[in-house]
């Protein structure tokens, strides 16, 4: 019976249908037990065994009912073991999946994060660069509203970028020198426009500019890119070098020319200096040549004054005279300098020179002289950048003449740097245009009357101090704004100063 024990559990685990099997059998064998009665009449001894046949019966069945309780079990238990493990390998299967998705997202995060780091870092350092550029760019849309706005933007109009992107471009920069059909037509035709050499003047001074407009590209970007860079030391170089060209093909004319007027200038100045000696009371030839033709000399003095012939002889030697000086100034243009350059002071010339001035004009401008004490001595001709200094100041008085200003004054500045000693000569005048003072160093270039002038004052000043001194020599000068010249001079002169452009100011070296 232990068997059963030892199946206890399993019988109480499947109680109903057990009960039902052993129901079943008790009452087979009962059944059959009281037919055995009815038809024989056994003993006792054969009622017992025949009892003990039928436990041990039910035992089997229950044994057997046991057994295949114990196998369907293991069965379940084995298919419930094989789902188990089936289910955690799609739970490993699933997971690894969701791990393997989560790297995935977290990859793909990590590519936009750094993709956008670059985008922020490529917008920061294109920011940069435009930024840094000297040129004023602004980017605009094709109605003319403000894109972009650069650092140089900022600091010609004094508007911040904040203030003026989204605004239009007329009111944020209504001094721009093209208007927003320029801009449309530029758009439209997809080809770059460019205006060169814009003049424009801030405080009192010429500077010049160029301007262009660039369409967009972009076939989801429709604008335009507006830059505009400050060409002025380039316009200056540019008339610097064209105005040397003219000096040296204009020098070489003059030296021809000057050769060849001074032989019949010469006759002439001889011929009337002979005409004067031949009238001339003094020489006791005159004297006998008149008396064997029956007249005095004071007869003949009288016709000549009377004629006006002596006049005329006085007109054609002044004139002679002129010519002379004519000659000579092209001939000093034309020819470097004779004179030994050495060392001097370059202060004591200038207040020399205003000296000079004050005792040969009376009407002359009040003068303000700014000499920097410390200026130290420059080589070369004293006397020729006296010459110079002396047109200058002459053209200054001149020009206050002509203005007619209530308190005209001439200022002299003086100064110097590490290589240069600058003399500015300035006034308060009317000033010029920019097409006068483009071909004011010119020779035989005058806005004087016939008469009053040569047009050779500047132009020899100019080679006197480009071609004999090394330096340079500019002129500025706006309408009703005044006149100033600026002339730098280098402190150890043209043959000590090596390898040096003579013809580019000091900034350029």
Known sequence: MRPATNHAPHIRAITPHRQALFGSLLAVGL??????????????????????????????????????????NKHARHALSQSQKELEAKVRDRTESLHLTNDQLYQEIGRHEA??????????????????????????????????????????TGINSASALGEHLRD???????????????????????????????GGELHYSDLTIYPLIAAQAIGAVIRIDDVTLRVRVENMMIQNEKMLSLGELAAGMAHEI????????????????RISPTLAANQQAAERHG????????????????????????????S??????????????????????????????????????????????????????????????????????RNAAQALAEANSNAPLIRIT?????????????????????EVARHIFEPFFTTKEIGQGTGLGLSVSYFIVTEHHGGTIDVESTLGGGTRFTIKLPKAGPQREANVDKHLPNNLH
Not at 190 to 200: K, R
Not at 262 to 277: A, F
Not at 326 to 344: C, E, G, K, W
């Open 31 to 72: 059944g059959w037990h009281s037919e055995v009665l009815a038809a024989t009449s056994l003993s006792e001894k054969n009622w017992l065994l025949i009892i003990i046949v039928v436990l041990l019966g039910l035992q089997s069945a229950l044994i057997i009912g046991l057994q295949r309780s114990r196998l369907n």
């Open 115 to 156: 993709t956008e780091l670059l985008l922020r870092e490529t917008q920061e350092y294109l920011h940069s660069i435009i930024n840094s550029m000297p040129s004023v760019i602004i980017g605009v849309t094709h109605r003319g509203f403000v894109t972009h706005w650069n650092a140089a933007a900022e600091e010609k």
């Open 172 to 202: 944020v920069y209504p001094t721009l020198p093209v208007d927003g059909d320029i801009i449309g037509e530029t758009i439209e035709a997809g080809a770059p426009y460019l205006s060169q050499n814009i003049q424009e003047s801030y």
């Open 262 to 277: 001074n032989n019949p200038l010469s006759t002439i100045l001889h011929g009337v200096q002979n005409i004067y000696r």
């Open 295 to 322: 007249m005095t000399l004071s007869q003949l003095t009288s016709y000549l004054d009377e004629r006006r012939i002596s006049q005329f002889l006085e007109d054609i030697r002044d004139a002679g005279e002129r």
């Open 324 to 393: 002379a000086d004519i000659v000579t100034n092209m001939l000093d243009f034309s020819r470097t300098s004779s004179q030994t350059q050495r060392p001097f002071d370059l202060g004591h010339v200038v207040r020399h020179g205003v000296e000079l001035l004050a005792a040969e004009r009376a009407s002359l401008p009040a003068i303000e002289l700014n000499i920097d004490p410390s200026l130290e001595q420059i080589y070369g001709s004293a006397a020729e950048i006296q010459q110079v200094l002396l047109n200058l100041v």
């Open 414 to 434: 003086v100064s110097q740097c590490e290589k240069y000693a600058t003399v500015h000569v300035e006034d308060n005048g009317a000033g010029m245009a920019d």
